[in-house]
């Protein structure tokens, strides 16, 4: 079985995991693993990310994945 880039990276230690929680419009990053990714996922065309959550992930050096599911 063959991954994307954005799957290998999502399987690494330490990843953001970039989420667009219910009823958002921005991206908000986080550390535990969301669930899986569906075939056509309705969040896919959010680009925007939290500033905040940016700003802590780059401190910290963090690798990240957008999710979407």
């Given at each position: 079985m063959e991954f994307d880039a954005?799957?290998?990276?999502?399987?690494?230690e330490g990843v953001v995991y970039w989420i667009v929680p219910?009823?958002?419009?921005v991206r908000?990053?986080?550390t535990d693993k969301p669930g899986p990714w569906p075939a056509t996922p309705r969040t896919a065309s959010i680009t925007a990310q939290c500033a905040g959550c940016?700003?802590?992930y780059q401190r910290r050096?963090?690798?990240s994945a957008v999710w979407d599911f």
């Open positions: 954005a799957s290998l990276a999502a399987r690494r219910a009823g958002m419009k908000h990053g986080i940016v700003t802590e050096g963090s690798p």
